[in-house]
């Protein structure tokens, strides 16, 4: 198993996954050139792509999609809603429009949505099974279910938001509009949340965590880092039993299982 960001943020996000040969691509949000050559960086052709999943429309998630499918003639998975509510929908070849269900298969890979809260049509998180490992992607979570929870239970990578630090959103450039809206519960996780989330997660033995979707004006790695931690050290949560924290200035893939 093979995982990379190619990118996580309000500028555009990816996330490439191979699993037993499966290659399946989370979101779009940058341009389609940006994920060629990511993927050619990695050794993966974009032609070679089975499928590229969507967690909803908004431009930082799908930007890419229109010239992907026109080139490339890749399926792309989404809710009914969200290819409604989509700006470029006009431009994408129909038989690239997949809706997607309750549960996809590709390859040996399953492929299970979650809903989350977020101010789009029918926002989902991701799911994603080939034997026993678990790989779960939420981002863009204005709070944290009970659905969300036990989406996230188990899983043995997971790509989460930890989107901003309150104080420095409060105190920052924004207008009052904007704050209200990434605090709100159909907008964006802090630190703080992130860190509460995952360190009352039903985990397995060890978790590989990802923090994902960082402000880069509201939120530092550095931040992040801390705040996730100490959270998690107050838990009773070790982490180089329990989880393993990954940061965006310190790298941006992993490989499963990792080396021994």
């Given at each position: 198993?093979?995982?990379?960001?190619?990118?996580?943020?309000?500028?555009?996000?990816?996330?490439?996954?191979?699993?037993?040969?499966?290659?399946?691509?989370?979101?779009?949000?940058?341009?389609?050139?940006?994920i060629?050559?990511?993927?050619?960086?990695?050794?993966?052709?974009?032609?070679d792509?089975?499928?590229?999943?969507?967690?909803?429309?908004?431009?930082?998630?799908?930007?890419?999609?229109?010239?992907?499918?026109?080139?490339?003639?890749?399926?792309v998975y989404?809710?009914?809603?969200?290819?409604?509510?989509?700006y470029?929908?006009?431009?994408?070849?129909?038989?690239?429009?997949?809706e997607?269900?309750?549960?996809?298969d590709?390859?040996?890979?399953?492929?299970?949505?979650?809903?989350?809260?977020?101010?789009a049509?029918?926002?989902?998180?991701?799911n994603?099974?080939?034997?026993?490992?678990?790989?779960?992607?939420?981002?863009?979570?204005?709070?944290v279910?009970?659905?969300?929870?036990?989406a996230?239970?188990?899983?043995?990578?997971?790509?989460f938001?930890?989107?901003?630090?309150?104080?420095?959103l409060k105190?920052?450039s924004?207008?009052?509009?904007?704050?209200?809206r990434i605090?709100?519960?159909?907008?964006?996780l802090?630190?703080?949340?992130?860190?509460?989330?995952?360190?009352?997660?039903?985990?397995?033995?060890h978790?590989?965590?990802?923090?994902?979707?960082?402000?880069?004006e509201?939120?530092?790695?550095?931040?992040a880092?801390?705040?996730?931690?100490?959270?998690?050290?107050?838990?009773?949560?070790?982490?180089?039993?329990?989880?393993t924290?990954t940061?965006?200035?310190?790298?941006?893939?992993?490989?499963?299982?990792?080396?021994?």
């Open positions: 198993m093979q995982f990379h960001v190619l990118a996580s943020g309000s500028t555009g996000n990816a996330v490439f996954l191979e699993m037993e040969g499966a290659k399946i691509l989370v979101d779009a949000g940058i341009s389609a050139r940006r060629k050559n990511a993927l050619a960086s990695i050794g993966t052709n974009v032609a792509l089975d499928g590229i999943l969507i967690t909803h429309e908004h431009r930082d998630h799908i930007s890419g999609i229109a010239t992907l499918t026109k080139k490339y003639r890749l399926p989404a809710r009914a809603a969200t290819w409604n509510a989509m470029c929908r006009a431009d994408i070849p129909a038989e690239c429009c997949r997607l269900g309750d549960s996809l590709i390859g040996s890979v399953k492929v299970e949505p979650f809903s989350i809260s977020h101010d049509a029918d926002p989902v998180g991701f994603l099974f080939q034997g026993e490992f678990k790989c779960s992607v939420a981002t863009d979570l204005g709070f279910t009970e659905g969300v929870k036990t996230l239970a188990l899983s043995d990578v997971i790509v938001e930890s989107n901003h630090d309150v104080d420095m105190g920052g924004y207008p009052w509009h904007l704050k209200k605090m709100s519960n159909r907008g964006h802090s630190n703080y949340d992130a860190g509460w989330t995952l360190a009352r997660l039903e985990r397995k033995q978790t590989q965590v990802f923090l994902a979707h960082m402000s880069q509201n939120n530092r790695p550095e931040l880092a801390r705040t996730v931690s100490e959270i998690l050290r107050e838990q009773g949560c070790d982490k180089e039993i329990d989880l924290l940061f965006p200035d310190q790298i941006s893939s992993i490989k499963w299982p990792p080396d021994k």
